[in-house]
């Protein structure tokens, strides 16, 4: 047992966990990397989620769907989690404008790729959460249409309809520059 009374895991099951989190941290990152706007709180919230997964991993039911889509519920919930916190504390979503842009090989690129990202996150706020929460599923989290659906309980029709729709409203956003929220 674990301090917190828990069964403790096994070597099969750390390495296990192992594989699981080098297949998936990327994808959590970006998730919340592109949800939040902000590679600090990404970190802190890839920590939790995997905090979390590693919590639960002896209580998690192959059964219940696969093992990724259960990580990104946690993700989700903990996305949204600091969401709340963070409307509750205004200041701290001023963070995310003084991000430094990631290095790249040169300053040239990372100045592109960095007004690049600042682009698309503008753009991404142009839609509603919904529709946000599925396109970064989708594209930055690297999660196919039916785990999508499974995870929001609705059709993957509707994923399809919701990520076609978006992507054209995210290319107008993106030609027109514009941060304008809500369709």
């Known amino acids: 047992m674990d301090e917190g009374g828990r069964p403790a895991m096994d070597e099969g099951q750390i390495a296990e966990f192992e594989k699981f989190y080098d297949g998936w941290f990327a994808k959590v990152y ?3 990397r592109h949800r939040t706007g902000s590679a600090a709180a990404a970190d802190e919230i890839v920590s939790d989620v995997f905090t979390r997964v590693l919590e639960g991993w002896n209580r998690f039911d192959p059964a ?8 990104f519920g946690i993700a989700r919930n903990v996305v949204a989690d600091r969401y709340r916190s963070w409307r509750r504390r205004a200041w701290e979503g001023l963070r995310a404008l003084f991000d430094k842009p990631e290095p790249g090989p040169g300053p040239e690129e990372a ?3 960095a007004e690049e990202s600042r682009r698309l996150l503008r753009a991404l706020s142009g839609l509603d959460d919904r529709a ?3 396109v970064c599923l989708r594209h ?6 039916g785990a999508i659906a499974a995870l929001l309980g609705i059709t993957e029709g509707n994923v399809a309809v919701i990520l076609f729709r978006s992507i054209r409203r995210l290319q107008v956003l993106l030609r027109e520059g514009s941060c304008s929220h809500g369709r």
Do not use: L
């Open 30 to 32: 970006n998730y919340a």
């Open 132 to 134: 946000r929460d599925i």
């Open 111 to 113: 100045a592109v790729r």
């Open 64 to 71: 219940a769907g696969e093992r990724g889509a259960w990580a």
């Open 140 to 145: 930055h989290a690297d999660m196919s249409n």
